[in-house]
């Protein structure tokens, strides 16, 4: 069975400091992995995603993340957060060895102060 | 317009009555999918389908019924609507000629109140 644990569902950052926000999975078989962003009032949109090739993942907006197996987590960074990041974000885990079911997290909200 | 989109966008019923929350997409992805998002759940899967009248439940069906006739669409209906079935529901889709398997592009939402 697969599952993803956010951990902490507020974060606040000064506007200019690092982003950090914590993914943790759980998978039976390699998976692969995803942070989705979504603006208010909006649908989610695919920040970056771990497909088994590199293990540093860059994504839009200066957002990265690195997948650790040993740690079993794909924590989502930036290093100098902007108002515009200000959003939720969603980290979700995809077995790699077929089937489509997408399993997301309850999500972590960025606030971003000036 | 290409992408996905949902209809309607906001949508106030009552308990009982029956609801139907639409879903097209333009981009011929096979799968397609409807979510719940509730505060503090993140998103459920309610149902999905791998392609036109292939349709199976996802984690939360109890309540819902899909069908998906033509590929590009994928309506979502609640038979007798409940107030434990206000939410935001999202569809997406995935997977194409031109797009990968592995992400998923959602349509901006329904915003469902059952009074």
Known sequence: AQSVTQLGSHVSVSEGALVL???NYSSSVPPYL???????NQGLQLLLKYT???TLVKGINGFEAEFKKSETSFHLTKPSAHMSDAAEYFCAVRRNTGGFKTIFGAGTRLFVKA | ?????????YKITETGRQVTLMCHQTWSHSY???YRQDLGHGLRLIYYSAA??????G????????SRSKTENFPLTLESATRSQTSVYFCASSGGPTTSYNEQFF?????LTVL
Not at chain 2, 1 to 9: C, E, F, N
Not at chain 2, 59 to 66: F, H, I, R
């Open chain 1, 52 to 54: 088994s090739a590199a």
């Open chain 2, 1 to 9: 317009d290409a992408g996905i989109t949902q209809s309607p966008r």
């Open chain 2, 107 to 111: 349509g901006p939402g329904t915003r």
């Open chain 2, 32 to 34: 397609m999918f409807w």
């Open chain 1, 21 to 23: 926000l914590r993914c």
């Open chain 2, 52 to 57: 036109a009248d292939i349709t199976d439940k």
């Open chain 1, 34 to 40: 995803f942070w989705y962003v979504q603006y208010p």
């Open chain 2, 59 to 66: 984690e939360v069906p109890d309540g819902y019924v899909v």
